[in-house]
RNA sequence: GCGAGCGUAGCUCAGUCGGUAGAGUGCUGCACUGUGGAUGCAGUUGUCGCGGGUUCAAGUCCCGUCGCUCGCCCCA
């Protein structure tokens, strides 16, 4: 490795077989969400600091953003999260757009942290969103919408759960407890550290952020009470709806999730691995009431959630999910270069064959047929024509399956046929 | 921002007490001039991350630096 240069810190380099896991997550995305009826949208990758300042928490924007001048001194970020560009976007038009609407998107983001497992400086990212309707069937649909991308890409029930909680349900718990609003932001982040932290460190946690001991007992009750959404009318709507949904298996409550993120106002969820060691989150999002408003529109309430790639990807690979032949070549057929005499006929053989629909890959140079049947086998080819001087007097081309080594000559008006249906019962069998 | 570990061939890595730079794999060729994956033989690949220091001698020890990885913080 010499004068190479580095690749940027936290970036990804998708070679083919990346690649290939990149689309087949994107196209799943797509087939769930779309099944649910959510139309796919995007946002710039390029916005104004001043977008993410109104609201995003303000590490986003100070210590996790990508931030430059351009060339007329505006500040510019690449964008660390979509929320804000969707709300705006639903803003410039709200009068014109008819609700509920149902969004979904999958692109790029960034943020300056430090790389490690699961988690670069430049990820994918799928977002759903549900806005105009304030209800808890809602929120069950957004949890549905996740645990049927799950089905769908192989990781089952048993591996990975949508956990949820309601802020309304938790406040009125905490207040109970004669824990002041003001205070519940911080008790909301002393529950969201609880199983990061060993027990003595989160007891001191709660110490130092000025919690009594009869209430810290309290919440120590409030987390361990796993049927407590019972105790809200929300949340027993909300699994009525998850269990008519048909998803039941993956829901389930958990009192200790809650959100880092301040915007949200009731029911919040979370997916986790609990089949490997995987604590970061898959998935996140919760309702969000107010936050149209806070932009300046007229109130909306959504409800939506964020998925980021990476998580994804380390849990399907040590579950040993990811998708199989992942390097081969699109092409499955390849015709061979007999001589350089022969070279023309057979880029037009290869271009014959490509116009009756076969994805068709040329030799590009002469060479030994024992070569170039390697180079075919390496490139996942299955079918190897030859056009040599023999086939050509006669108007014939010889075919030859890679795998039973078994090959026939056919008159080259029957080529393209006889290709399709050995590749037929190849993929048949 | 804090902490730990690792940087040796294209790739994965070994390298003992400081004493000639290694293996596997890959790649190329030949056995095999109209037919591949096996096997055998031959060949090929190096700024040992970079800079300095100690030493007769440094891949190895010391200092610095850069890069990567894994944690913490935070989050997808």
């Given at each position: 490795m010499k004068n190479i240069i580095n690749p940027v810190k936290g970036t990804r380099d998708f070679y083919p077989q990346d690649k290939s896991v990149n689309s087949w997550l994107y196209q799943n995305i797509r087939e769930v969400s779309e099944s649910f009826g959510y139309q796919e949208f995007d946002g710039p990758f390029l916005e104004s600091i001043d977008l993410y300042a109104a609201k995003s928490g303000e590490e986003l924007v100070k210590e996790q953003s990508f931030v430059f001048p351009d060339k007329s001194g505006n500040l510019i970020a690449l964008r660390p999260e979509l929320t804000p560009?969707?709300?705006?976007?639903?803003?410039?038009?709200?009068?014109?757009?008819?609700?509920?609407?149902r969004w979904w998107s999958f692109g790029p983001f960034w943020r300056y942290e430090s790389p490690q497992k699961g988690r670069g400086r430049e990820f994918f990212q799928w977002n759903a969103d549900l806005i105009g309707v304030d209800s808890p069937e809602a929120?069950?649909?957004?949890?549905?919408?996740?645990?049927?991308?799950?089905?769908?890409?192989?990781?089952?029930?048993t591996q990975v759960k949508v956990f949820v909680n309601n802020r309304r349900l938790i406040e009125g718990e905490l207040s109970k407890l004669d824990i002041s609003p003001d205070k519940q932001?911080?008790?909301?982040?002393?529950?969201?550290?609880?199983?990061?932290?060993?027990?003595?460190?989160?007891?001191?946690?709660?110490?130092?952020?000025?919690?009594?001991?009869?209430?810290?007992?309290?919440?120590?009750?409030?987390?361990?009470?796993?049927?407590?959404?019972?105790?809200?009318t929300e949340l027993v709507q909300f699994f009525s709806a998850v269990d008519a949904l048909g998803v039941k298996d993956y829901v389930e409550y958990s009192p200790r999730i809650i959100r880092g993120l301040d915007y949200y106002t009731g029911t919040v969820f979370e997916a986790l691995s609990i089949s490997t060691d995987v604590r970061r989150s898959i998935s996140g999002g919760g309702r969000y009431d107010n936050l149209l408003a806070d932009v300046g529109g007229d109130s909306l309430p959504g409800v939506g959630f964020a998925m980021g790639d990476m998580v994804v990807n380390v849990i399907l690979?040590?579950?040993?999910?990811?998708?199989?032949?992942?390097?081969?070549?699109?092409?499955?057929?390849?015709?061979?270069?007999?001589?350089?005499?022969?070279?023309?006929?057979?880029?037009?053989?290869?271009?014959?064959?490509?116009?009756?629909?076969?994805?068709?890959?040329?030799?590009?140079?002469?060479?030994?047929?024992?070569?170039?049947?390697?180079?075919?086998?390496?490139?996942?080819?299955?079918?190897?024509?030859?056009?040599?001087?023999?086939?050509?007097?006669?108007?014939?081309?010889?075919?030859?399956?890679?795998?039973?080594?078994e090959q026939v000559t056919v008159s080259r008006s029957e080529a393209a046929a006889a290709i399709q249906g050995i590749l037929d019962t190849d993929s048949g069998a």
């Amino acid at each position: 490795m010499k004068n190479i240069i580095n690749p940027v810190k936290g970036t990804r380099d998708f070679y083919p077989q990346d690649k290939s896991v990149n689309s087949w997550l994107y196209q799943n995305i797509r087939e769930v969400s779309e099944s649910f009826g959510y139309q796919e949208f995007d946002g710039p990758f390029l916005e104004s600091i001043d977008l993410y300042a109104a609201k995003s928490g303000e590490e986003l924007v100070k210590e996790q953003s990508f931030v430059f001048p351009d060339k007329s001194g505006n500040l510019i970020a690449l964008r660390p999260e979509l929320t804000p560009s969707l709300v705006r976007m639903i803003a410039q038009q709200q009068q014109q757009l008819y609700y509920p609407l149902r969004w979904w998107s999958f692109g790029p983001f960034w943020r300056y942290e430090s790389p490690q497992k699961g988690r670069g400086r430049e990820f994918f990212q799928w977002n759903a969103d549900l806005i105009g309707v304030d209800s808890p069937e809602a929120d069950a649909e957004m949890a549905a919408l996740m645990a049927e991308f799950f089905k769908k890409i192989g990781l089952s029930s048993t591996q990975v759960k949508v956990f949820v909680n309601n802020r309304r349900l938790i406040e009125g718990e905490l207040s109970k407890l004669d824990i002041s609003p003001d205070k519940q932001g911080k008790v909301f982040r002393l529950i969201d550290r609880k199983d990061k932290l060993s027990d003595k460190e989160w007891s001191s946690y709660a110490l130092k952020i000025g919690i009594e001991t009869k209430q810290f007992d309290g919440i120590k009750k409030l987390l361990s009470t796993d049927d407590m959404w019972k105790e809200s009318t929300e949340l027993v709507q909300f699994f009525s709806a998850v269990d008519a949904l048909g998803v039941k298996d993956y829901v389930e409550y958990s009192p200790r999730i809650i959100r880092g993120l301040d915007y949200y106002t009731g029911t919040v969820f979370e997916a986790l691995s609990i089949s490997t060691d995987v604590r970061r989150s898959i998935s996140g999002g919760g309702r969000y009431d107010n936050l149209l408003a806070d932009v300046g529109g007229d109130s909306l309430p959504g409800v939506g959630f964020a998925m980021g790639d990476m998580v994804v990807n380390v849990i399907l690979e040590e579950l040993g999910l990811l998708p199989e032949n992942r390097s081969s070549s699109p092409a499955k057929v390849i015709v061979t270069v007999f001589d350089a005499e022969s070279q023309m006929a057979s880029y037009q053989l290869g271009a014959e064959l490509r116009q009756t629909g076969l994805n068709v890959y040329s030799y590009p140079t002469p060479d030994k047929l024992g070569k170039q049947f390697r180079h075919a086998d390496r490139i996942g080819a299955k079918i190897a024509v030859i056009l040599g001087p023999d086939e050509i007097s006669k108007q014939q081309v010889a075919i030859k399956d890679l795998k039973t080594r078994e090959q026939v000559t056919v008159s080259r008006s029957e080529a393209a046929a006889a290709i399709q249906g050995i590749l037929d019962t190849d993929s048949g069998a």
